[in-house]
């Protein structure tokens, strides 16, 4: 994954941190068979670690943009574009799965 992708959205995990989820659930993936049960814990965890970091992604953008409005700053018309298709595109994946 590299910073902003073929749709011009910048994603909300760097590419390091990505492939050490997509290898951590390899791992869990191939755990199963030895122990099921462990297996959807550890999936639950990575999970929900996954959506926390999202969250924060998020938040921080959130919040950068607020401190622009609060500090009187005008918001760039095309920051805000960028920060609303960064929100459809998460509720359409959130929406698809």
Do not use: C
């Not at 909300?12 to 049960?37: K, M, N």
């Not at 550890?42 to 996954?50: K, P």
């Amino acid at each position: 994954m590299h910073r902003g992708s073929s749709n011009g959205e910048e994603p909300l995990l760097g590419a390091v941190e990505a492939e050490r989820y997509h290898t951590t659930w390899s791992e869990i993936q191939g755990s199963f068979v030895d122990d099921p049960q462990e297996a959807v814990r550890s999936a639950d965890g990575l999970v929900s670690e996954v959506m926390l970091k999202f969250s924060d992604t998020l938040s921080e953008r959130r919040d950068g943009l607020e401190k622009q409005w609060n500090g009187g700053e005008q918001v760039a018309t095309e920051d805000l574009r960028q920060a609303l298709r960064a929100y459809r595109s998460l509720v359409d994946r959130l929406l698809a799965a």
